[in-house]
């Protein structure tokens, strides 16, 4: 996610600075966002030309407090997790430039929670980028409970110049998309546990009866069975609803490192390299 960022911000030439704690990463970030544009130059919607600008737009930093010392803008997008999301914030909001507004990626998570151990909760919102970055044209943007009318107007207008559909939302457990969206991949997980039908058949069904463009197994896997996870967690114990309750085959894949793409196998079996399907599916 924070590789498709940075190349949104770069490709509408905002100067960015990628930070990472590794730099191993940054590099492979780096050839990541290359073959990105490598695939859009050869489909003709991308020049040689751009991939260079581009490209120059964006630095690298394994020094937070440094990468975020001249910003007006930082978007985090650390992996799914609390306490990472406030020790982060914590940090930036030391380093950060007062009047800078900060924003995070989360798909779940609170934002007035995350404000919340900063001294600016008013410049503190949410910037749901949807994956993958570069493809997708939603932004959920999420107002925490103290986020100022300004920094809103700020970020709903920032992100139609990168070139998005900023739509707006409350700070409620899941926001919107994933209000909706997790229950629905849960209860596909359901229905493959209670064996009502096997991965191709639940799929396939969403495909070619609700005209869904990935059936939610394959969306699960796509996502990380971690953070389908952490997210129902967030709503289970944000409404206290049993209906958000994680299905037991998904808290077990995820403890026996069945991840999805990212780890290789999930529902499906994946290509490490590539993360291409090589065999389709894992449960009969």
Known sequence: ?????????????????????SAAALEKALQVIAGSLDRLIKKGSLQEDDKTRILSNIA???????????????????????????????????YAPKEAILATNTSSISITR??????????????????????????????????????????????????????EVND?????????LMPMINEAIHTLHEGVAGVEEIDGIMKLGMAHPMGPLALADFIGLDVCLSILRVLHDGFGQPKYAPSPLLVNMVTAGKLGRKSGEGFYVYALDSKELVVSPTFR
């Open 1 to 21: 996610m924070g590789n498709g960022i940075a190349q949104v911000f770069a490709t509408n030439d905002f100067k960015v600075i990628l930070c990472d704690i």
């Open 60 to 94: 690298t930093h394994t020094d937070l407090s440094k990468a975020v010392a001249l910003a007006d803008l930082i978007v985090e997008a650390a992996t799914e997790n609390l306490e990472i999301k406030l020790s982060l914030f914590k940090t930036i909001d030391q």
């Open 114 to 167: 995350i404000a919340g151990v900063t001294s600016r909760p008013d410049k503190v919102i949410g910037m749901h980028f949807m994956n993958p970055v570069p493809v997708m044209a939603l932004i959920e943007v999420i107002r925490g409970y103290n986020t100022s009318d300004g920094v809103c107007q700020a970020i709903m207008e920032l992100s139609k110049t990168i070139g998005k559909i900023p739509l």
């Open 172 to 180: 409620y457990p899941g926001f919107v998309a994933n209000r909706i």
